[in-house]
């Protein structure tokens, strides 16, 4: 399959696995694709900016799902995470609740991760004529998806996933 993608698909293949190593993530989520498209010079690239978004804030809205429902319950129940990270740094140093050091070796794709590469290869083959797969079909195979922590993180910085798709398809329909 990996054939069939073009040099800045593969790029964005390759920084999704860093994505998720400096995420500190143990395998390659769909997110992680959504944050290596926002880096990769490309069609997924320019159709995320268009949206008005880019790879630092989706990058901290990522950071920040993986603690908004945690935080949130915790909060109904009268704990505020803020004052517990603050009280934990203090005693323990800035960083103490962010895990050990970033994942080593090569990082496997989750299920969801794989379902997006097949989306955006089924989309390629669909394409008349130029039969690749670029960034423009990584992304809409992403957002295809509708992974709850892609939408969360879109949701966060008020980006609709398929108004996202709409502008890639004329693309890569």
């Known amino acids: 399959m990996f054939e069939r993608f073009t040099d800045e698909a593969k790029q964005a293949v390759v920084s999704a696995q860093q994505q998720a190593r400096d995420l500190r993530a ?9 944050l290596a498209l926002a880096a990769v010079p490309g069609p997924g ?10 790879h630092h804030r989706l990058r901290t809205a ?20 803020d004052q517990v990270r603050a009280a934990t740094e203090a005693t323990f140093g ?31 083959m669909r394409r008349p004529g130029r039969r690749v797969i670029d ?3 990584l992304l809409h195979g992403v957002l295809s998806l ?10 966060q910085l008020d980006g609709d996933p398929d108004v996202l798709r709409a502008r890639i398809e004329p693309d890569v329909a």
Do not use: M, Q, W
């Open 135 to 137: 960034s423009g079909c």
């Open 62 to 81: 990522a950071e920040r799902s993986g603690t908004a429902l945690d935080a949130d319950a915790l909060a109904a129940l009268g704990i505020d995470l």
């Open 146 to 155: 509708a992974d709850p922590v892609v939408v969360r993180v879109l949701h």
């Open 45 to 54: 690239r320019e159709a995320i900016e268009a949206a008005g978004l880019d």
């Open 26 to 34: 143990d395998r390659i989520e769909p997110v992680h694709l959504l």
């Open 94 to 124: 800035p960083g103490a609740l962010d895990g050990g050091a970033a994942p080593r070796g090569h990082l496997r794709f989750t299920a969801g991760s794989k379902k997006a590469l097949e989306l955006s290869l089924r989309l390629a």
